[in-house]
């Protein structure tokens, strides 16, 4: 079981907005403004896309915004393209013993 | 262009051991930490270690702490893990990545750059 929760799954149609939710604690998520989003296409490596809660890696689409409330972190991503369809999963810094932890990954698919 | 390529994955019987390279290129190697992260068969992501730019300071996830070892070699843009008592449950697919932040602001745990990762299977 992963330490972040997110839903397994998430849809939507082209040119609409999702947004993946990631759940941890006052541990993690909560404490430190340093949650993290990764995309991952089949076989592919991971890809930074959001760091430090909301900030965009040049080339990164602004499509793609990221958000804080409480013990919860969100990706948004706007305007649905097919090419967004991949795996998508949250890190969050988790202090000085535990150091990072990852979500379970939440499967996009672009109907 | 940044670019991180492993090696050294290959078929390991539990209980031995393994050694994984990685050849950095396309950045200051020696200022930046460096991680890996792996990522078991059909499964998500899960951090391993972490060395800082200057190999001074290393991290470990509690279910490797022991048995492997992180190092590098900044004269030759290499990091490595080094893999000890094998169990099943480290098959996987293993990623060097960089951290985004150079010197000693390293910590935060933000990796940019992804090599495509080298396999290894623990099996008998």
């Known amino acids: 079981q992963s330490a972040l929760t997110q839903p397994a799954s998430v849809s939507g149609s082209p040119g609409q907005s999702i947004t993946i939710s990631c759940t941890g604690t006052s541990s993690d998520v909560g404490s430190y403004n340093l949650v993290s989003w990764y995309q991952q296409h089949p076989g592919k490596a991971p890809k930074l896309m959001i760091y430090e809660g909301s900030k965009r890696p040049s080339g990164v689409s602004n499509r793609f915004s990221g958000s804080k409330s409480g013990n919860t972190a969100s990706l948004t991503i706007s305007g649905l393209q097919a090419e967004d369809e991949a795996d998508y999963y949250c890190c969050s810094y988790a202090g000085s013993s535990t150091y990072v932890v990852f979500g379970g990954g939440t499967k996009l698919t672009v109907l | 262009e940044v670019q991180l390529v492993e090696s050294g994955g290959v078929v390991v019987q539990p209980g031995g051991s393994l050694r994984l390279s990685c050849a950095a290129s396309?950045?200051?190697?020696?200022?930046?930490?460096m991680h890996w992260v792996r990522q078991a068969p059909g499964k998500g992501l899960e951090w391993v270690s972490l060395?800082?730019?200057?190999?001074?300071?290393?991290y470990y996830a509690d279910s490797v702490k022991g048995r492997f070892t992180i190092s590098r070699d900044n004269s030759k843009n290499s990091l490595y893990l080094q893999m000890n008592s094998l169990r099943a449950e480290d098959t996987a697919l293993y990623y060097c990545a960089k951290d985004k932040y150079s010197g000693y602001d390293y910590g935060n745990y933000v990796f940019d750059y992804w090599g495509q990762g080298t396999l290894v299977t623990v099996s008998s």
């Open positions: 060395i800082s730019w200057d190999g001074g300071s290393t």
């Open positions: 396309g950045f200051t190697f020696d200022d930046y930490a």
